[in-house]
């Protein structure tokens, strides 16, 4: 009511548009021509001067955080102070709000490396993600900024060499109408799908175990409906490994083998060898051992003839393998496989495969 309907109010309804400190270009493509009613109107042709007097109004009256001495441009205030404007702004201006997004969306997009490398390069991809689904940009954003950038698609660079489970789980949040069962509809059926299986993933991952099923059994379920084989392989899989860490031996058996039988549907040579090692796994810790031996026998077989310069099986499967050996009392074979995999070590190799290469 003080600052009334003027460039103050403006002002602090762009910084309820972000979830963290504002950089000073990240406020200039807010501020920019064309004018949008509701969102920048007063501010567009605001002198560098004229701001400044304006931020130093709301910073006196304690609405605005003092200057940051690391970064003097940036811009910020108190959580609840972003909340409340940024709240008003929607309710008031949805058209507005959702501009303001896009333009955030745009803007991060483009001040990130193409493929970044670290974990803090890759954060203004993660805020570009957020902006994009606040802007209704949803398919748009998998596509282009989640998959192709933060996953790297078949790489999955963000949590293979990053380890970053949750800081990809925070950004998919924004592609749910609700958390974790319902996908916002607008994306493809298929990533809807996929969506649901990267959840569970990272819920699996950060120890939410009991939060992970109800996504992962969604996933498989659609893959199912699609007659998606491969995708099907891999969903059935992480459930049979979700079960197994809650201690649901029979159903993680009933899961690898629902996998197994995907994976053969599919004809992927590599899911086929690799859904065998699940089998195998849930067998041995239900004490099937015989069961287990015969198909890591099976899958290292089709992993000689799927790869002939690794004839050992190694990563995740390889573990599993070396698990059983050691519960038989093989620790000089188990030491020679370990020894073997290290130097076939590539700088691609991802972190659970390095670190179970170690523990073996």
């Known amino acids: 009511r003080w600052f009334g309907a003027g460039p103050e109010r403006a002002l602090l309804r762009l910084l309820g548009l972000f979830d ?4 000073a270009p990240a406020l200039a493509a807010l501020r920019a021509e064309p004018q949008i009613p509701g969102l920048n109107e007063g501010l567009a042709k605001l002198t560098d001067l004229e701001w400044n007097q304006k931020l130093a109004r709301l910073r006196r009256a304690g609405l605005v955080a003092e200057v940051n001495d690391a970064d003097k441009a940036e811009v910020d205030a108190h959580p609840l102070i972003r909340d409340h404007f940024g709240e008003a702004l929607r309710k008031e201006n949805e058209a ?5 997004h896009r333009r955030l ?3 991060y997009a483009g001040s990130a490396k193409p493929l970044p490398d670290t974990a803090e390069e890759m954060a203004p991809l993660y ?11 949803y398919q748009e954003a998998f596509d282009q900024v989640f998959k192709k950038r933060i996953r790297r698609f078949k790489e999955h660079y963000s949590i293979k060499r990053l380890g970053a489970f949750g800081a990809d789980l925070s950004v998919l949040s924004g592609f749910f109408a609700e958390p974790w069962m319902r996908p ?13 299986n990267e959840v569970g993933y990272a819920l699996r991952a950060l120890g939410r175990l009991e939060e992970a099923v109800g996504p992962m059994q969604a996933s498989l379920a659609a893959c199912l409906a699609q007659k998606d084989w491969s ?4 969903g059935a899989s992480n459930l049979s490994e979700l079960q197994l860490l809650l201690g649901q031996l ?18 992927d040579a590599f899911l086929r060898l690799a ?19 015969s198909l890591f026998v099976e899958a290292e077989t089709m992993q000689r003839e799927l790869q002939p310069e690794f004839p050992l099986l190694y990563s995740l499967r390889g573990y599993q393998y070396c698990d059983l050996l050691l519960a038989r009392g093989a620790t000089d074979d188990v030491r020679r496989r370990a020894e073997q995999v290290l130097q076939w070590r590539i700088p691609e190799d991802s972190l659970i495969s390095i670190g179970l290469e170690h523990l073996c």
């Not at 507005?96 to 303001?100: D, F, L, P, Q, V």
């Not at 995708?231 to 891999?234: D, L, S, T």
């Not at 859904?275 to 031996?293: N, S």
């Open 20 to 23: 963290r400190p504002a950089p």
């Open 96 to 100: 507005a709000w959702r501009e303001g």
């Open 105 to 107: 969306y745009e803007w």
């Open 127 to 137: 805020a570009a993600v957020l902006h994009g689904c606040r802007a209704g940009l």
């Open 184 to 196: 916002v509809a607008v994306l493809r059926e298929s990533d809807r799908a996929l969506l649901l």
């Open 231 to 234: 995708n099907g392989a891999r």
């Open 250 to 267: 029979k159903e993680a058996t009933e899961s690898a083998r629902q996998a197994v039988k995907l994976a053969d549907q599919s004809g």
């Open 275 to 293: 859904r065998r090692t699940d089998l195998a796994d849930a067998l041995h810790q239900g004490g099937q051992t015989e069961q287990a031996v």
